[in-house]
């Protein structure tokens, strides 16, 4: 059984970033709002293509995303992974594994690359890392947040850390 043939939906491998500047900052993207008025803000990434690693795939979304360029090596881990669920157009269901990379970097001004789909419309914000995963729909965002000082604190996980379940509200059509 499959999440595809039980319920018309969607199932995608998503690879995270976790940007962290020497201020104590994790940039975020979004800024747009859902039906219920909420402003979401989360982590840049995106689906993995085929054929396409999890470092690699992090490194394309960071520069389609920010317009930073990265060698994948660069990229600490994954250091985390948590399951996202939410409905897109139609009503159609989509479950995402989303595996979360780390990387230290000099605050900078990301701009978006991508010119079609949502995503042209999103903007940037440096958030502290207490708020981190706190307006993505995370569950449980204080496990991101652990997770975060403990990458920042020099601590790299052994094994992908879990952070749990997170939902996507609906937005506008």
């Known amino acids: 059984m499959s999440i595809e ?4 939906g969607e199932f995608r491998t998503s690879a995270r970033l976790v940007l962290l500047a020497p201020d104590d900052t994790v940039l975020h993207v979004g800024g747009n709002r ?3 008025g909420v402003e979401r ?3 840049p990434g995106g689906g993995v293509e085929d054929g396409e690693s999890l470092a690699a795939a992090a490194a394309r979304e960071l520069h389609e995303e920010t317009a930073l360029t990265v060698d994948p090596a660069a990229l600490a881990g994954p250091v985390g992974f948590g399951i996202y669920a939410c409905f897109v157009r139609g009503g159609r269901l989509l479950v995402q594994k989303n595996w ?3 990387l230290r970097v000099e605050r900078f001004a ?3 690359l ?3 789909g949502y995503e042209k419309d999103l903007v940037f914000k440096w958030l502290p890392i207490e708020e981190c995963g706190s307006t993505d729909g995370m569950l449980e965002p204080d496990r991101l947040v652990a997770l975060v000082k403990r990458l920042r604190d020099g601590d790299r996980p052994a094994a992908p850390v879990d952070l749990g379940g997170s939902y996507g509200p609906w937005f506008v059509d």
């Open 114 to 116: 991508v010119e079609t």
């Open 5 to 8: 043939s039980e319920t018309g």
């Open 110 to 112: 990301p701009r978006m």
């Open 100 to 102: 979360y990379f780390f």
């Open 34 to 36: 859902c039906r219920e």
């Open 41 to 43: 803000w989360f982590t």
